[in-house]
């Protein structure tokens, strides 16, 4: 399904996903790539999510904090501001809106004519 | 599972092309460590996963904008001016004579004080790279690079002083 998929669309959407993935429990990078693949926006490499993530926290949105691996070396958690939530709520509430309008234009596939 | 010495090689070059990007040192120790995190994490080669170093680094550049050309260039030109104010000013010291009809002391001093802005934008260039999960050097720096990089000036000026010294 997500083969198709123009990598411009996938820019579009990644800050706010990946904003959304955040905002369900603080976590860290891999796992916000594995969540993002099984929400259906295919495998996303480390070289896109980690500039999304840091723009994310200089924006204010995001916080960061490196915890200790067990056995391994530490990971970098993420968290979600205030200013985070209220961001994904009203960016969240503006893409249903853009959304629902482009698929009034656009010619629907289960249709005959 | 990625070898150590990959991971080595691409810490190293992705350094090395953060710093000619001119991103700070601690965001340098960010970037290698999210990238040595991610990896351990997934098993994939560095450069796999997140490009070329080169390419990585120059994919951050919205993040961190580079100093425009003049600035590089003002650094330049008062960091070559001092050290002519300060050889000119130092042969004059050691020589007891004065130069363009001043003391060397002057000249020194002046040389030093336009040196003070180039000082600190190598040594802040220079600033280790830390890696953020342990405080410990990231690329170890060589100890003689930086006593090399104040000596060979003096060293200069000592053997013109002393050429000078014998061809009289």
Same mark, same amino acid.
């Given at each position: 399904m997500t083969d198709d998929l123009p990598t411009e669309w996938l820019r579009a959407v990644l800050p706010l996903a990946v904003l959304a /993935?955040? #905002?369900? &429990?603080?976590?860290?990078?891999? #796992? /916000?790539?594995?969540?993002?693949?099984?929400?259906? +926006?295919? #495998? /996303?490499?480390?070289?896109?999510?980690?500039? /999304?993530?840091?723009?994310? &926290? #200089?924006?204010?949105? +995001?916080?960061?904090s490196w915890r200790e691996g067990v056995g391994g070396p530490g990971r970098k958690f993420f968290a979600v501001t205030p200013a985070g939530r209220d961001q994904l709520a009203r960016r969240s509430a503006a893409w249903h809106t853009f959304t629902e309008q482009a698929r009034g234009l656009l010619p629907d596939p289960r249709s005959t004519r | 599972?990625?070898?150590? @010495?990959?991971?080595? @090689?691409?810490? @190293?070059? =992705?350094?090395?092309?953060? %710093? =000619?990007? !001119?991103?700070?040192?601690?965001? *340098? $120790?960010? *970037?290698?460590? !999210?990238?040595?995190?991610?990896?351990?994490?997934?098993? !994939?080669?560095?450069?796999?996963?997140f490009g070329s170093p080169r390419d990585y680094a120059r994919s951050l550049t919205d993040e961190h904008r580079k100093p425009p050309w003049w600035w590089t260039t003002t650094t330049?030109?008062?960091?070559?001016?001092? $050290?002519? =104010?300060?050889?000119? $000013?130092?042969?004059?010291v050691l020589l007891g004579e004065p130069y363009w009809g001043r003391s060397g002391w002057l000249w020194l001093a002046t040389g030093v004080a336009l040196g003070v802005p180039p000082a600190y934008m190598v040594?802040? %260039?220079?600033? !280790?790279?830390?890696?953020?999960?342990? $405080?410990?050097? =990231?690329?170890?720096?060589?100890?003689?690079?930086?006593?090399?990089?104040?000596? *060979?000036?003096?060293? *200069?000026?000592l053997v013109g002083w002393v050429a000078v010294l014998l061809a009289r």
């Open positions: /993935v955040v #905002a369900e &429990e603080e976590t860290y990078g891999y #796992a /916000v790539a594995q969540q993002l693949q099984a929400g259906g +926006l295919g #495998a /996303v490499k480390g070289g896109t999510l980690y500039p /999304v993530l840091n723009r994310l &926290e #200089a924006e204010g949105l +995001l916080t960061s | 599972m990625t070898s150590p @010495e990959t991971i080595t @090689e691409y810490r @190293e070059a =992705l350094v090395l092309h953060l %710093r =000619l990007q !001119e991103v700070p040192a601690d965001r *340098i $120790g960010e *970037i290698v460590a !999210e990238v040595e995190s991610h990896v351990a994490d997934t098993g !994939e080669d560095p450069a796999d996963a330049l030109v008062l960091a070559a001016a001092a $050290g002519w =104010l300060i050889g000119q $000013g130092a042969f004059a040594s802040r %260039r220079s600033q !280790e790279v830390r890696d953020p999960r342990t $405080g410990e050097p =990231l690329v170890r720096t060589p100890r003689w690079a930086a006593v090399g990089f104040y000596l *060979i000036p003096v060293a *200069i000026v």
